[in-house]
């Protein structure tokens, strides 16, 4: 499910409908003005370009099981491998040592995380969410 979906649907448990704006400044100046009698509510929905976004997340490695039949619209992890609490400790003190050091970087978290998420794949672009907001 897109975050686009998500959005719609979450705008409906709410009564609203998305009313789909061209572009984000026009959502922003119906938005300013919107009021709660309304049955829609502004969107603007745009291909994203900031670092570490996708267009949908999964919670799982290549040697989880996964299980995506039993619901419509949500997998289940089966079989998943889990930490030694020893390992878990060791990571956390390896995060602590590197966010107290003077050469903190993101280079440097995202190659930690990838040591041990070895599926994780961080998508770097230069622009980050808070440039965006």
Known sequence: MTFSDIAEKFLMTLGLEAEKCA??????????????????????????????????????????????????????????????KEDIEKTLVEFKQLFNSESVSKAKIVSLISEYLPDFNHIETGRSLDEKM
């Open 23 to 84: 572009s984000e400044e026009e959502a922003k100046q119906k938005a300013a003005v919107w009021d709660s009698s309304q049955s829609s509510y502004p969107v603007y929905f745009f291909k994203t370009d900031t670092s570490g976004e996708k267009s949908f997340e999964e919670f799982y490695t290549s040697k989880d099981t996964i299980d995506l039949n039993r619901f419509e619209s949500l997998g289940i992890v089966r079989n998943s491998a889990i930490p030694k």
